[in-house]
């Protein structure tokens, strides 16, 4: 029987609790502290385990959403044209969502591409319009990954 990956994730934090940890000496704090660091994000993530993939899905058609939008308004010379190509060939490569995570950085480095390129030769129009698309989308995006986060308690001013 292979174990599945949070009973795998629940062994790694016992093997850091029970065994690890109590062998750290005290007057190594940094060790210490960050030993405790990974058991509460393994502990984190062993809650998070059955929600990750919808998440990542979702973190994919954002990045679809702001590609598509970028690609709406886009306009420019030579080097923004052809970011923007490349931009439409990464999303034409990733139509499915069989690989959200693998779509998404592919997507996101295609569209850090055309922002780069835009300084280059990016019509005034588009130089203009480019940061407000950007920053609306990833505005929502930074709301849903606050959200996400909740339970690492590092945010604490959080939006309902």
């Known amino acids: 029987m292979i174990p599945s990956v949070d009973d795998r994730l629940a062994s790694i934090v ?3 609790n029970d065994i690890i940890l109590p062998a750290v000496p005290a007057e190594a704090s940094l060790a210490r502290d960050l030993t405790a660091l990974s058991i509460a994000h393994l502990q984190i993530l062993r809650t998070q385990l059955d929600a990750a993939p919808a998440f990542e899905l979702e973190e994919l058609v954002d990045a679809r959403k702001l590609a598509n939008a970028l690609l709406e308004k886009g306009d420019g010379g030579s080097e923004v044209e052809a970011a923007l190509a490349s ?4 999303l034409n490569r990733y139509t499915t969502d069989e690989q959200p995570r693998q779509a998404r950085v592919a997507i996101h480095s295609a569209i850090d591409d055309v922002i780069r390129k835009t300084g280059i030769d990016g019509s005034p129009g588009f130089r203009e319009q480019l940061s407000r698309l950007v920053l609306d989308a990833e505005s929502a995006r930074a709301i849903k990954d606050r959200k996400w986060c909740l339970p690492m308690g590092f945010d604490t001013d959080v939006i309902e």
Not at 87 to 90: K, S, V
């Open 14 to 16: 016992r093997a850091l």
């Open 87 to 90: 931009l439409r060939q990464t």
